[in-house]
């Protein structure tokens, strides 16, 4: 992250009453007491997506706001920040979409095992691995369909070429150069 960016993060995060999370690889000075900076973190259990995409979705499902790089200030991070955590429908938002997800015939540790001990009671459960995983090189670059390929085409140009030869001799007639003792 540039050190611009950076900074506007660690000023926003010291203006915030709450306590912030922040994966950062290095270790940082004048970072305030309520950031928890960590080289690690479980970032599926604790990340909000920060895609285009993803964050255009949160937006328009209520469930968070989207801010532009180019266009970020501390003002804007400390404000935003300010009105995800204390306006209570950005809260419904997330139980509801919560209450949706978490909906579901098994949970996903549940599940996890399921696969694990299917794969242990099925050695290994090739029936599962893509074909795709055994192919040489030259199939996975499709280098044999190129080669026939390349031979058509060349089959082609070559046909083609004689058979215009043909029909121009034909049309204009072989004209033979005369030598200078006739």
């Not at 001990?117 to 190129?146: N, T």
Request: charged share 25%; hydrophobic share 45%; net charge positive.
């Amino acid at each position: 992250m540039p050190t611009k960016y950076r900074d506007v993060f660690i000023e926003a995060f010291r203006r915030l009453p709450h306590r912030v999370i922040w994966k950062y690889d290095v270790e940082l000075n004048g970072v305030s007491d309520n950031v928890l900076i960590q080289k690690w973190l479980p970032q599926q259990d604790i990340l909000v997506v920060d895609q285009p995409r993803n964050s255009l979705f949160v937006k328009n499902k209520g469930l968070g706001e989207m801010l532009l790089w180019e266009e970020l200030t501390v003002d804007d991070l400390v404000t935003t920040i300010t009105k995800i955590t204390t306006n209570p429908q950005y809260m419904e938002n997330m139980k509801s979409i919560s209450r949706i997800l978490r909906d579901q015939l098994t949970t996903p540790k549940e599940r996890a095992v399921y696969w694990t001990e299917y794969v242990i009671r099925h050695k290994g459960a090739p029936q599962l691995k893509c074909p795709a995983a055994d192919l040489s090189w030259v199939e996975f670059l499709m280098l044999d369909v190129l080669a026939v390929l390349l031979v058509v085409l060349h089959i082609t140009i070559y046909i083609l070429y004689r058979i215009f030869r043909a029909i121009s001799a034909n049309i204009f007639g072989h004209q033979k150069v005369k030598s200078k003792e006739e």
